[in-house]
């Protein structure tokens, strides 16, 4: 549906620095044991320096050497490095050691790649990676690497985080930054010590982090991102200089006002679509309708395309060039669409913000450049409305999943700020599910569900119905659904149009031995098509909080004809459960003939301790166990 | 089909037959190929003019061109006279909205291609899409093949081709859709030469040719789309399809210079290739050492091939695509310990004919890659290199780019029917998929019972295939993590004392074996499925109907035996009924046979496919077959508490 773009500047950066003298090169019987517990890869050693030389002149210069252990690790001992028209790649040197810490060979400039980094969504960019790998296969072994990169701007501070991955310990590392004494550095650590050692010499200062014996963190289910569980250092600046023009991230409302001042003036329409504005708009009496009107204009004319070059990651591309093309990327989009309400006398802003499912978190305290995306912001005098301008197919004013409930930040002329996207709760991520089954005595069923899926729970299916052809769906279907041998005889869906988008979804479905027949018995499941599968082992002590994204309801009722004859001998026993987490009930009914099973589950968004994960554990096995209990039927 | 002429009619061409789900329609497009003069010799000249019409949105990415040109030596291919347009029915007239030629951007893919990318302006739901381009190519092996199918549905798509008589290509058509137009004739073409003579300086003269042109034309109507089914090989092995091979250039007045003809001259070559075959016949001294050290102590032929297919399997990673060219010498695959497939095979073969043994390269294509047409010796159906060896009385066939896989195996991915011996003779070798027998043998026993739990033994031989995806899972995540996945499979078993037995024995298949514990939900009553997680849960077969034959990678023969002593003080209520099945006479074999006797239950469950390719006509038998399967696996045993 929508992508990304691309403003956050990935560190990958390095340093020439004296080999060691001694012989053996951190062979591999040095790493302490604790550092081997759960490591696919070792961290032996990361230095990386960064000289902040003026403005427009920033240099990195990193040493790492990494141990690979084994299989599992082989994605850490590749170097990929990033660069474009800031970024220029110095010199690179890498070495690659045994087991032991003998030498095998040296990088030679020829076995560097040099990519595109032209991904399927963008038409084009200029950014380009420069890739190496030794591509050894005797485990354990090490790699060291050097790297030297310039960068002609201090926009892009790196954020450190030398510990790269999970189940990769971290033995020694030292982040240092010499910059003017002049120079306001901003800095946050996390998961590590919070402020660095700091040393003055005639005209700079020198800041300096110091990490070492970091055992390898295993993910955990319900996990946060990485830059939550693992050391993390934030780098930025408070002044900033990019291709001629400055700005500052002391605050966020400076920060908005750079980008304000980047793209200010490049929302001028050109005179023939100031007319279709007018002509579509003028007869109508409210904002919301103008609103509504024009952006499903924008979704029927206008495709969203990645484009971007030099500053185009910040900078958009100006109205009239989206009106003459007809297509643009999420700022040229939203810049758009701002243009058009500000014709039709709407005012309106871009929000900067992190897109992504679950991307819930950015750091507050911390302004800079943690974004990737572009919406824009209505406020009313009553409610505030949110486009999501690179979507042809969402209702107007809904954000879905991909930005929902997140810090972005509004781009105004005065007053930038950040702002929190609408949060879908509970009532409005419905999925209410009625079957109407009929079981013969062979087992074969015959399935009538219709189920009315709300907001979140809606988002997949959403994009599936706008973007597969019937054929496509009915070929989805046969395919997803929870039945062993079954066809899809009938099937429709039917939107219906809201502030929270709902989506109604009517199934006929005939499985094939859906109930096991064993001479006298039947077997039946009669929770048809709700079920969670999923099993958690708590075997270990969790170490991070557990996160849950979005809250939800689902109930099920269900109700099954079954051939005469037959008397219950063994039916679901009544489930109750009520946590911090959710609440789930369940009961299964037999009366003449027929079968009755009724399901709810709630789930709470939120953030909890780690302590509190084998609880969550117990509770979703139990919700698994409920979810597949039989009946058993036998012949009278 | 003129530039720019597109009338209201064609933005009502959006229902293709009963293809609802198509996003875009091909309207029409027209290729050629056709050679021109250039300086002193011709050059080939390509072009492409295509009108598409958007039907909906998730067309648009018909909206963004690609057009790779390729680059060789001091020559390269051109790209000239990009037109592209965009027409949209604006109150009942048709808007033309031009490209902009600044909208077309370069990227070097590598050194030798660069791609051209352009996207078109005012694209909507219902626009047409034009464009047109030509290339020029110096390169007379890229004469550009045609797909007359492809994701969308095509009204019209023809090609022309138009060779002069110096000039043999060798035609291959495949495809299950026919041609509407498909006529051939001969005529007479001159052409201009300039030849600015042989040094610096000399004066530059014209001179002209008339050979004889083969003007070919194929021209395809309302072709459907082609989607991909599950258990094929690849669709490219059923798109309508027209491709060339350049086989031969005659001069006037000199001998035809063959590029190749038959199975045997094309091997030949191939083992001549300074890119490929040649390798194995140099004397490769800095291999020696290497050698000597390898096959030192070894006392038989076999023993010394795997010492050699071990080190270099063990030591050399694959990287970079698959083709049947070295992408450098022989010496760097050996010193930077990486390279292609046909790098390391090539290194296998050089390594085990040094230490005295017979070894040929074999070339394949893999099922991704489509067949091999038997009657057409051409390079560009290959994509993959292996090695044969002649050991004593039998022949075996090596890969060594796969860490984990046996002596004497090959990828399932190789079993594409007829590869070639990069030999003299160019021998085939039927590498087919019915030749493989993927068996896999379970068997469980039920001993006691203790609080409520059902504790058992568990040890299954997996078939070959399935035992490397197995290594190949352990490798990579460790026995921990494995044993937790079982244990997360809410199957009801709980899971302990894992064992393998033959991890390391790559060329073995692997047996592992486990003791688990089952909990009875109602020790009243007793409810189980004998064959537990191994059932299917799922008919393979889901779709109802078929278009393409089914192809398998594989034969395959599974069997299950459970011993289950019945606990003290219960007895058998019920026991789901005995079956036997076929399929389509000997194409299938199922049994479920379930008895009681002395305090025990035995069962014994049998699957077999006995050949791996089925016609689209059997899809139904079985899919039915496997029904039948699911639904006994499904039964369930049921033991009550003695009063």
Known sequence: ?636 | MKFGKVSKEEFGMNKFRNDTGAHAIVLTEIGSSSFDSEGDWFKLVYKVHRRILIVDKNGYDEANMVITLYRGGEQEEKLLNLKASTYNLENGQVVETKMDGKSVFSEKIDKEYVNKRFTMPAVKEGSIIEYSYTVHSPFYQRLRPWNFQGEYPRLWSEYQVAIPEYFDYVQIQQGFESFAVKKSEIVRQTFSFVDRGASAGASSSTFTATPTVGKFTWASQDVPAIHPEKFITTTRNYVNRIEFQLSGITLPNTPRSSKQSTWGELMKNLMEDKDMGKYLTEPNYFLESMVNSLVSNTSSNEEKARKIYDWVRDNITKVGDDQIWTSQSLKTTFNSKKGNITDINILLGAMLIKAGLNAEAIVLSTRDHGYVFQHYPIYSRFNYTIIGLTLDDRYVTLDASDPLMGFGRLPIDCYNGGARKVNAFGDQLMLSADSIFEQRTTSVSILGMENGKMKGMRSRKSGYFESLALREKIKEEGKDKYLESLNKANNGLEINNLEFDGLDSLDKQLIESCNFEYAVDNPDIIYFTPMMDEAYKKNPFIAMERKFPVEMPYVSDEVFTLNWAIPQGYEVDELPKSARATLNGNDGYFEYILQQSDGYIQFRFRLQLKKANFLPEEYATLREFFDLVVKKQAEQIVLKKKK
């Open chain 1, 1 to 636: 549906m929508q992508k990304h773009f691309c403003i956050t500047w990935v560190l990958c950066c390095i340093f020439p620095c004296l080999l060691k003298a001694a012989n053996p090169f951190y062979p591999v019987k040095d790493i302490p044991a604790a550092l081997k517990e759960n490591a696919h890869a070792v961290i032996r050693l990361d230095e990386t320096n960064l000289t902040i030389r003026s403005l427009s002149d920033v240099r990195y210069v990193r040493h790492y050497i990494v141990t690979i252990m084994n299989e599992g690790g082989a994605k850490e001992a590749g170097l990929y490095l990033h660069y474009d028209q800031f970024t220029s790649i110095r010199s690179v040197d890498g070495t690659l050691y045994d087991v032991d810490g003998n030498k095998v060979k040296s990088l030679k400039n020829s076995e560097i790649k040099d990519i595109s980094a032209v991904d399927d969504g963008s038409l084009m960019t200029d950014a380009r990676m420069k890739m190496h790998n030794f591509y050894y296969n005797v485990y354990p072994y090490t790699v060291e690497y050097k790297v030297e990169i310039s960068v002609a701007t201090t926009a892009f501070l790196p954020t450190w985080s030398p510990q790269s991955d999970y189940e990769c310990s971290l033995q020694e590392a030292k982040l240092s930054v010499d910059a003017p004494a002049d120079f306001n550095l901003r800095y946050k650590g996390a998961q590590c010590q919070e402020t660095p050692v700091i040393t003055k010499e005639k005209n700079r200062t020198v800041y300096t982090w110091q990490i070492s014996n970091q055992p390898a963190v295993k993910k955990e289910a319900f996990s946060g991102r990485i830059s939550q569980v693992l050391p993390t250092v934030f780098l930025g600046p408070a002044n900033f200089k990019i291709s001629g023009y400055e700005g500052s991230m002391s605050d966020w409302n400076s920060f908005g006002t750079f980008f304000y001042k980047l793209n200010e003036n490049r929302d001028v329409l050109p005179d023939n679509t100031k007319a279709v504005v007018h002509k579509l708009v003028d007869g109508l009496s409210t904002d919301k309708e103008k609103i509504n009107t024009l952006y499903r204009y924008l979704q029927k004319n206008y495709r969203y395309i990645s484009l971007q070059f030099g500053i185009g990651g910040w900078q958009t591309f100006d109205a009239a060039s989206v009106a003459a093309k007809g297509y643009g990327d999420c700022k040229a989009l939203s810049n758009y669409m701002m243009a058009l309400l500000k014709e039709a006398g709407i005012k309106s802003n871009c929000v900067i913000i992190k897109a992504g499912e679950g991307e819930h978190r950015i750091r507050e305290d911390f302004p800079s450049s943690q974004f990737n995306h572009v919406i824009l912001c209505v406020p009313g005098a009553k409610d505030t409305t949110w486009l999501e301008c690179t979507s042809q197919t969402l209702p107007p004013g809904y954000l879905s999943s991909f930005t929902d409930n997140r810090l972005g930040l509004l781009v105004d002329e005065k007053n930038s700020k950040l702002v929190r996207t609408p949060v879908y709760d509970m009532n409005s991520n419905r999925q209410i599910r009625n079957i109407e089954a009929t079981i013969d005595d062979k087992g074969d069923a015959v399935v009538n569900a219709v189920t009315l899926y709300t907001g979140i729970q809606q988002d997949d299916l959403h994009s599936r119905i706008h973007s597969l052809g019937n054929d496509k769906q009915l070929e989805h279907l046969r395919k997803y659904l929870d039945f062993s041998s079954y066809d899809v005889t009938k099937f429709n869906y039917s939107e219906i149009p809201g502030d929270i988008p709902s989506i109604r979804e009517d199934l006929s479905i005939k499985a094939t031995s859906y109930a096991a027949v064993t001479g006298k018995r039947i077997f039946i499941t009669p929770n048809m098509m709700t079920k969670s599968l999923s099993r958690f082992y708590k075997a270990e002590a969790r170490k991070t909080p557990v996160y849950i994204d979005f809250s939800y309801v689902d109930t099920d009722t269900v109700h099954i004809s079954v051939p005469a004859g037959y008397k219950p001998e063994a039916l679901p026993p009544k489930v109750n459960l009520d946590t911090r987490f959710g609440r789930y009930s369940s009961q299964c009914t037999f009366e003449g003939n027929r079968l009755t099973f009724i399901r709810k589950r709630e789930c709470y968004q939120g953030e909890y301790p780690p302590a509190a994960y084998p609880e969550l554990a117990d509770y979703y096995n139990a919700i698994t166990q409920a979810d597949k209990a039989k009946v058993v039927l036998v012949k009278e």
